[in-house]
């Protein structure tokens, strides 16, 4: 069950791939500036997850309009992760949770995934720019999508 509505954030700093190397991608570099949209994925390179993030990326204008950022979190390293965004030409800011202490911390943990181990289940999450959780829902399984109209219902009524 995906951490409530109206709890403080967890914040995390997290690895993502760039032309330059990796580099840190830290929640709470947001607060005070924006609103995030976490989305919890399990795996790079498979169909739903594929769809989810090249749908988001094709409207990462209109989060940005609402003030958020978008950061994409699995368990797959960031080198896959990049290789993957090459691939499908996704925009979305992937980070790599490969301990899994994040989807622990959101409690979005999918145990043994297709008899592969453990992933991040299909969440979604806004956080205010205050870092308070106000939209949280993990989807019944991981071919589900969230609900990404009430994402965006949850963004406008923070603007």
Do not use: H
């Amino acid at each position: 069950m995906a951490i409530k509505v109206g709890s403080k954030a967890p914040d995390f700093t997290l690895k993502t791939k760039s032309a330059t190397g990796l580099a840190d991608v830290k929640l709470s570099d947001n607060f005070g500036k924006k609103n995030t949209v976490l989305l919890f994925f399990p795996a790079a390179f498979t169909g739903v997850c594929t769809k989810e993030m090249c749908d988001i990326t094709s409207g990462l204008s209109q989060f940005a309009n609402l003030s958020a950022a978008v950061i994409g979190i699995s368990v797959d390293t960031p080198f896959a992760q990049e290789a993957w965004a090459k691939q499908e030409k996704i925009g979305v800011t992937l980070v790599s949770d490969l301990n899994k202490k994040t989807t622990n911390d959101y409690d979005v943990i999918f145990p043994n995934l297709a008899g592969i181990g453990d992933t991040s289940a299909r969440a979604a999450f806004v956080i205010d720019k205050q870092g308070v959780i106000q939209y949280a829902e993990q989807t019944p399984s991981p071919k589900d999508l969230p609900d990404f109209d009430a994402v965006r219902a949850t963004l406008s009524s923070l603007a």
